[in-house]
């Protein structure tokens, strides 16, 4: 039977919506077997989610890559379940939603190859994660489509967010990020933007 699981926020708040899903998984010495997706056992929560999912992605990354926070505005928001296939990363959801008790703030969990933990994302959240072994490959299926003209980025350190993303494993000044996560938004910024949800 799949578990799924309540997530606090940092501020210790009971978060509705992001869910840590823990599969059933079958081992032998043979190795293992586990269902990463199953419609029915998704049917049988409430996801705050009216779309299907739509797109798998698939990437790979190595130690100390950082990606996020990203997100896409409505009508295309996204809804994402994410899970590591090989090493580790510091997942993180940011709660966009401006009616939220939880708004701005956000949830963190280590998903890895080994313990094969699962993080449903429903639309509304910015999200990003931190490799945190030698390499690490990450897919996630969406709920909608990439799309260029309503992506949107929250700087990963916004002091307004103040995420506790493990730096003392890798090193601050070791974080690689792409040109565009460099240039991403302030929280504040995105705020009087508009770049939110309602």
Not at 63 to 90: D, M, T, W
Request: glycine share 6%; hydrophobic share 35%; aromatic share 12%.
């Amino acid at each position: 039977m799949v578990e799924f699981k309540l997530l606090k926020t940092s501020q210790g708040k009971e978060i509705k919506g992001p869910l840590l899903i823990k599969p059933r998984i079958f081992e032998d010495e043979r190795g293992f077997f586990y269902e990463s997706w199953n419609k029915t056992d998704f049917e049988k929560i409430h996801l705050n989610s009216s779309k299907k999912f739509v797109q798998d992605n698939h990437s790979r990354s190595s130690i100390g890559v950082l990606r996020g926070l990203h997100y896409q505005l409505n009508p295309a928001a996204q809804g994402k379940l994410v899970r590591c296939s090989l090493g580790e990363i510091f997942d993180v959801a940011v709660d966009l939603r401006s009616c939220s008790k939880t708004f701005g703030e956000w949830v963190g969990i280590k998903l890895s190859a080994s313990n094969k933990l699962q993080l449903w994302i429903p639309e509304g959240f910015a999200h990003g994660f931190l490799t945190l072994s030698d390499f690490a490959e990450v897919q996630y299926k969406a709920t909608d489509f990439w799309n260029p003209k309503l992506e949107r980025a929250i700087k990963w350190n916004d002091p307004e967010l103040s995420i506790n993303w493990p730096e003392n494993i890798i090193g601050k000044d070791d974080l690689k990020l792409n040109s565009k996560d460099k240039m991403a938004s302030s929280f504040e910024e995105a705020r009087l933007k508009g770049d939110i949800f309602p």
